[in-house]
């Protein structure tokens, strides 16, 4: 029996109906798809769900990106190499990040692969464009060698066609000063001869000058400058000794001419404006490199600086790729980058002896922080000459202490080499550093002095800032391990909760402060502790004095003593102050410890989850955050790619804490209570 017609075509329409709304779910569907890329394409987007924050930018990247747009028209990243025959896994990770970064929009990336068949030719344009577009710096740069190698064969030919045979001439009419005048004519063939080498060399380069030979053509001229500078000196000495002589009178006037004339060469080639291009040059000359371009700003870095293909972490290599741009980034943005002044208590340069600092200062440098060093240990030890790295003077200075040791004894038969002494001078600077309302980020150390009843004079220098050091009783705290109770001269703490930009930068980042001391101040609290199972030692001497090996059975015996220590916390660990010098603003950061930011301290690794991490991250980032805000660079304070490749849960405040615990409480028998009213009310 067949189906009536009516049923037949109520089915066709139906399945007609439910062709129609599934072929309308998949055209709007694909609608919604193509948009979705489309607005992710143009918003560069990214939704991010890993602990580390792996797939984002750090702040600080994202505010330099920030400041570049508002700079510039946008920066050029290039990345010149063998891309393709890079460790795989770095190369996903490094362009990966470049792929972050050109989703900003402030940054435009190109990537050309010397290993490939058209790389070369890429390669080439690159070479031609940057002729092209630094043209007129570099005709000025040659213009300013030629000048100095006619200079110099001028001065050449001088030195054997005049002095030499003039000093042949008194030679033998001196015959007392015979040996000194022949020894001194052979030395001017000898200078004349090295000057038309180095005048040659500089010749050659200038011809072949280009984006790729100018690194060259630039050490070539520094050279020549200094070999004019060097003939100067020389001739300013021999003056005097010919202008002795009665027949040589007319020649010391020609030397003295001649002097002058090699000092204002050697000044003038000194002085002369490097085209910006020079800092790719190097890369350029190897064929592999990172350059970024920008509106005739160039920045550079090397290949391997950015592939890293060392076993690193994951995170690891994200995060170095990433720091490495924004530091480049940051030295092309800002012309004036600060320059730090390590002020310490001893009487002579120690940094090139004592290497605990080398990493430290590495990563400065990398972000464009110059170092360099003042020994301050003495009375009256005059200020180190910025000039050779700072000639325009418009760097932000910022000082940055070592705190001096207070116990420390006389060293041989030199009083003034005792740590009292040596903390008085220090002491003396310091004061007259903040009285001028210089920038300043000070560490302290602890003082034997108060207990003898004298006051400790670097605390005492902080007086004008509102701050009280109280560097005679550190802090101790008390814990339990498998070799039983013992007292801890280490904290581990993280930044206070405040609104100041080094507190938002440094919060959740365990920092460890060795020896903390307890400070009152009224201004913004950068790091605090807490007064549980904390209190200010008064009889720490014996501990500082003993070797860091056999400490282990005084601090088993060092505890809490009611009757002459003090256990009432908080105690701020760092504090920033702001405040009006001489019509301007002073920025200061006070820290109660010392040696926080040694590389054995700040830059100590050890392994997380299988990454590789800083064990203290806040440690260099409270160093890189605070010359950065005491220079007046409030943008880049924020943290850094490195630090948030430290797999880390949020720290939870003491108020949420207690909300949590009172839901926890309260909570669970409420909500079953309510659960179970609604229920009954539903089954009536």
């Known amino acids: 029996m067949s189906e009536p017609p009516i049923r037949t075509g109520i089915a066709r329409g139906r399945r007609l109906t439910a062709i129609t709304a599934l072929m309308c779910s998949l055209v709007v569907a694909t609608a919604v798809g193509v948009a979705g890329v489309l607005l992710a394409e143009r918003s560069g987007a990214r939704l991010d769900l890993t602990a580390a924050g792996e797939q984002q930018l750090s702040p600080r990247t994202l505010g330099l990106l920030d400041a570049a747009a508002e700079q510039t028209r946008g920066v050029r990243a290039i990345v010149v190499g063998p891309v393709s025959g890079v460790d795989p896994r770095a190369r996903r990770e490094v362009l990966d990040v470049l792929d972050l970064v050109e989703a900003h929009r402030a940054v435009s990336v190109t990537v050309l692969d010397t290993a490939s068949p058209n790389g070369a030719v890429a390669y080439q344009q690159l070479v031609d464009d940057l002729s092209a577009d630094h043209a007129a710096e570099l005709d000025a740069f040659a213009s300013a060698i030629v000048r100095g190698v006619e200079t110099a064969r001028s001065l050449a030919e001088w030195l054997t066609g005049t002095l030499s045979p003039r000093l042949a001439d008194l030679a033998r009419a001196e015959p007392a000063r015979v040996d000194w005048l022949t020894q001194t004519g052979a030395a001017a063939r000898i200078l004349a001869r090295d000057l038309e080498q180095l005048a040659q060399q500089?010749?050659?380069?200038?011809?072949?000058?280009?984006?790729?030979?100018?690194?060259?053509?630039?050490?070539?001229?520094?050279?020549?400058?200094?070999?004019?500078?060097s003939i100067a000196l020389q001739l300013e000495s021999l003056g005097p000794a010919i202008a002795s002589i009665e027949q040589g009178r007319p020649l010391s006037e020609s030397i003295a001419r001649q002097r002058d004339v090699a000092a204002v060469a050697a000044d003038?080639?000194?002085?002369?404006?490097?085209?910006?291009?020079?800092?790719?040059?190097?890369?350029?000359?190897?064929?592999?490199?990172?350059?970024?371009?920008?509106?005739?700003?160039?920045?550079?870095?090397?290949?391997?600086d950015v592939f890293v293909s060392t076993g690193g972490a994951r995170t690891d290599l994200r995060r170095s790729a990433e720091g490495a741009l924004a530091s480049a980034l940051a030295a092309m943005l800002d012309d004036h980058r600060p320059l730090v002044v390590l002020m310490h208590a001893e009487l002579a340069p120690v940094l090139d002896r004592f290497r605990g600092f080398d990493g430290v200062l590495d990563r400065l440098a990398a972000r464009g922080i110059d170092v360099i060093e003042w020994p301050a240990g003495a009375s009256g030890a005059p200020?180190?000459?910025?000039?050779?790295?700072?000639?325009?003077?418009?760097?932000?200075?910022?000082?940055?202490?070592?705190?001096p040791d207070s116990a420390a004894r006389a060293r041989g038969d030199d009083p003034s080499s005792s740590g009292p002494v040596r903390a008085t001078a220090m002491s003396a600077t310091l004061g007259d550093l903040i009285a001028r309302g210089e920038r300043l980020l000070i560490s302290l150390n602890p003082s034997s002095l108060p207990a003898m009843g004298t006051e400790d004079p670097v605390a005492a220098s902080l007086r004008p800032l509102g701050v009280r050091a109280l560097t005679g009783t550190p802090l101790m705290s008390e814990s339990y391990g498998p070799a039983g109770r013992s007292a801890q001269i280490e904290a581990v703490a993280l930044a206070s909760g405040t609104d100041h930009p080094l507190a938002r930068a440094l919060q959740g980042l365990p920092t460890l402060f060795p020896w903390p001391i307890g400070l009152e101040s009224p201004s913004a609290a950068i790091y605090s502790l807490s007064g549980e199972n904390r209190w200010a030692e008064s009889e720490w001497f014996r501990i500082w004095t003993t070797p860091h090996s056999q400490r282990a059975p005084l601090l088993q015996q060092t505890e809490f003593d009611a009757e002459r220590e003090t256990g009432d916390g908080p105690w701020t660990l760092a504090t920033a102050i702001e405040r009006r010098v001489n019509d301007e603003t002073q920025r200061v950061v006070v820290v109660g410890s010392n040696g926080w930011f040694a590389d054995a301290v700040a830059l100590g690794r050890g392994e997380i989850d299988g990454r590789s991490v800083l064990l203290h991250p806040g440690n260099i980032e409270l160093l890189e955050s605070s010359v950065l805000w005491l220079a007046g660079r409030d943008r880049e304070v924020a943290p850094s790619a490195q630090a948030r490749a430290v797999p880390l849960i949020r720290p939870i405040d003491a108020d949420s804490l207690r909300w949590l615990r009172w839901g926890l409480i309260l909570g669970l028998p409420f909500g079953v209570l309510i659960v179970g009213g609604v229920w009954r009310l539903i089954r009536g």
């Open 202 to 229: 500089a010749d050659t380069a200038r011809e072949a000058m280009s984006p790729v030979t100018l690194a060259s053509a630039n050490d070539t001229r520094q050279a020549l400058a200094d070999q004019l500078s």
């Open 383 to 403: 200020p180190p000459n910025l000039s050779s790295i700072d000639p325009t003077g418009l760097r932000p200075v910022v000082y940055v202490t070592l705190a």
């Open 268 to 304: 003038s080639l000194s002085r002369t404006v490097v085209p910006p291009v020079v800092r790719a040059a190097r890369a350029l000359e190897r064929g592999e490199g990172v350059l970024l371009l920008a509106e005739g700003r160039v920045a550079a870095l090397a290949f391997d």
